[in-house]
């Protein structure tokens, strides 16, 4: 498809185990975000991809919190020993690099830290 | 630091009708943009309607049109005509230049729109 996949949809895991949340931006798109929306609340940044640039990462809320991005393309959340409230659902956007432009989403991973 | 703030968490509309959803925003900078985005329970964002802040008109499209009050960093949104697909989360955003396009979010008005 042309818009930004994520994978899964859903995500259940047990407290303590490693999780891999997997985002395909928008082909040509340069700039890339992850979001975190915890149950009835906005969405809170977490990490920005722009081209080879070093990434943005002030938004991360714990060292268990990282994120990768291969060969410009295909970004991977890792979240390691999870814990309960992490539970939320993780949204990618991707968009062209030009301040400004909008912002594609995906439909986001729903984690359930149990 | 950027905030948003939407001061309505719901807010509820009669078909057909017009209904406008606040937004306020505090920051230093001078140009940003202002963004509204949808959130229908697909959980997928869809930009509604974007603003420039050095731009003075009020960016209008089709039945959404923006009341962008610069000075008083005020953002709203108004629908005309509403209709029940326009049921759904809204969200109040900005951005600014040496951000990239780092969106940063209010917490979000729930339209209720009644048949």
């Known amino acids: 498809g042309a818009g930004v996949s994520q994978s899964p949809s859903n995500k259940v895991t047990e407290k303590g185990k490693d999780v891999e949340l997997r985002c395909d931006p928008i082909s040509g798109h340069t700039a890339l975000y992850w979001y975190r929306q915890s149950l009835g609340q906005g969405l809170e940044f977490l990490i920005y991809?722009?081209?080879?640039?070093?990434?943005?990462k002030s938004g991360l809320p714990s060292d268990r919190f990282s994120a990768e991005r291969t060969g410009g393309s295909v970004s991977t959340l890792t979240i390691q020993r999870t814990q309960q409230e992490d539970s939320a659902v993780y949204l990618c956007?991707?968009?062209?690099?030009?301040?400004?432009?909008?912002?594609?989403f995906g439909q986001g991973t729903r984690l359930t830290v149990v | 630091a950027q905030t948003v703030t939407q001061s309505q968490p719901e807010m509820s509309v009669q078909e057909a009708e017009t209904v406008t959803l606040s937004c306020t925003y505090d920051t230093s900078e001078s140009d940003y943009y202002l963004f509204w985005y949808k959130q229908p329970p697909s959980r997928q964002m869809i930009l509604v309607i974007r603003?420039?802040?050095?731009?003075?008109q009020n960016a209008t499209e089709n039945r959404f049109s923006v009341n962008f009050q610069k000075a008083a960093k005020s953002f709203s949104l108004k629908i005309s005509d509403s209709q029940l697909g326009d049921a759904a989360m809204y969200f109040c955003a900005d951005s600014y230049n040496n951000a990239g396009n780092m969106l940063t979010f209010g917490g979000g008005t729930r339209l209720m729109v009644k048949p």
């Open positions: 603003q420039e802040a050095y731009k003075q």
């Open positions: 956007a991707s968009s062209p690099p030009h301040w400004g432009t909008e912002a594609f």
């Open positions: 991809f722009q081209g080879n640039s070093a990434p943005d």
